[in-house]
């Protein structure tokens, strides 16, 4: 791991000094968040304002959807990064780029006229992303790791909604009242997208780092919550990489870093994706490795690269519908060049 | 030492907060948000120190007495401060 991200990650959990320069891009990551801890960095205190601006328009308007929901027995469900906002000093400290809400099951059609009446509005191909007028935005999910738009990510790790649901709760988080998952839940989604997403934000880690120090953790439930979801391996893999960045874990996850540790391949890579975060899709792959079976890594792997054609179409969102069955081909192309710039990548590394 | 005009408009008044403001202290300060107009304000710490002495309503003698116990200074020099917070609160429409 760099000593550059190590020390941000120090620095974000209130551990040590901050690094002398900051990537731009953690910059607007985590820039409230040093600010709230009294570190001056050039541009952090205008970060922490304005995520908290944010913030409080997106969270009120949200709590206002959701109470109209709750009378009409459609209440959705506050999911991370938005729900972990509880976990930090304030409001100003954590930017989101959307909130995410987990629709009740058979309940979206309300929801989706809720939100309209309410003056959000789906752009065209992205049927469950809606927007106000003023940027806010709100990303609706009928499951919780995105098996609508790649139905074969179940098995790389699957929580059912309707379990998940019944271990709902009710929380504060910065002043609004939301229905949220069970802080197990919440950790085992965390790491699972953060490894879906190459580890891209230093937030989510920090988003780990928070929630396993919440005292209603309990650690022999987390674990068999973890093996019997599928995520183990992913919950893992965030550890190992916290752990490396010299964050002490509480005790019983580093014994579970020791006795789950994961193999030399493996190891190399969360090294390579961890260092080329922003750059590589490595972790997308990665978490296609952690299905059990190979012929289930095979058909992720598959469906990833070529997904179903209304989810290719929100990847070109500028192609034309009358054009659409140019979307295998584009993708196709797209992976090659993908890969032929993570090879170049780790050719200019080495 | 300034003269405070006996017709200051901000004088003699309940000052109370409008419905549907939503406020969340930061580690300077405060933030406003008007849900009605759109609205965020960003408040120092005189200003947030006012609009959270102001939930059940105060006067500005009441007012200028909770922000002098907070940093500790004298009503002559906090007395022009609050009035302007008043002030500019009352035009962004958030206190009545």
């Known amino acids: ?350 | 030492m300034a003269v405070r005009s006996t017709m200051d408009p901000v004088d003699g008044r309940c000052w109370c907060r409008r419905q549907g403001v939503h406020y969340r202290p930061l580690v300077e300060g405060g933030i406003l948000y008007d849900e009605e107009g759109g609205q965020v304000h960003h408040l120092n710490g005189t200003a947030a120190l006012v609009w959270e002495s102001c939930q059940e309503g105060a006067t500005l003698g009441q007012l200028v007495a909770c922000v002098c116990a907070a940093y500790e200074a004298s009503p002559v020099q906090v007395t022009e401060d609050v009035a302007a917070a008043l002030r500019q609160l009352e035009r962004a429409g958030v206190l009545r």
């Not at chain 1, 752009?123 to 995105?146: A, K, M, V």
Request: net charge neutral; glycine share 6%.
């Open chain 1, 1 to 350: 791991m760099k000593s550059a991200d190590r020390q941000l990650l120090a620095a974000a959990l209130g551990l040590g000094l901050p690094p002398p320069v900051v990537d731009p891009d953690d910059l607007d990551d985590l820039g409230g968040l040093f600010y709230a801890r009294g570190y001056d960095e050039e541009g952090c205190e205008a970060l922490y304002l304005q995520t908290a601006a944010r913030n409080l328009q997106q969270l009120a308007g949200v709590e206002h959807l959701c109470r109209d929901l709750a009378e009409l027995d459609a209440e959705p469900l506050l999911l991370p990064g938005a729900a972990l906002l509880r976990l930090y000093p304030d409001i100003g400290c954590r930017p989101m780029d959307d909130v995410d809400l987990l629709v009740p099951p058979g309940k979206r059609a309300q929801v989706v006229a809720a939100l309209t009446a309410h003056g959000w509005v789906a752009p065209p191909r992205h049927p469950d992303l809606f927007i106000r007028e003023d940027g806010c935005s709100i990303d609706l999910h009928t499951d919780l790791l995105n098996s609508d738009r790649v139905s074969a990510r179940r098995r790389a790790g699957w929580i059912e909604p309707a379990a998940a649901w019944s271990r709902r709760q009710h929380r504060q988080v910065c002043g609004f009242s939301f229905l949220t998952l069970c802080e197990h839940d919440e950790i085992l989604l965390t790491a699972a997208h953060a490894l879906r997403h190459s580890y891209r934000r230093l937030a989510w880690l920090v988003d780990l780092v928070l929630q396993l120090r919440q005292p209603e953790v309990e650690p022999d439930r987390l674990w068999s919550h973890a093996v019997s979801t599928g995520l183990q391996q992913a919950l893992i893999y965030a550890l190992v990489l916290t752990g490396r960045a010299g964050v002490e874990l509480e005790p019983w996850a580093a014994r579970w870093c020791i006795r789950q540790e994961p193999g030399t391949l493996v190891t190399r890579a969360l090294a390579w994706i961890f260092s080329h975060r922003r750059q590589t899709v490595g972790g997308e792959l990665l978490s296609c490795w952690t299905c059990q079976r190979r012929r289930d890594r095979v058909l992720l792997l598959t469906e990833f690269v070529f997904p179903r054609r209304a989810v290719l179409l929100q990847v070109y969102p500028r192609l034309p519908s009358i054009l659409a069955p140019l979307a295998y081909p584009l993708r196709l192309l797209q992976i090659i060049g993908r890969g032929m710039a993570e090879l170049a990548l780790a050719a200019r590394r080495r």
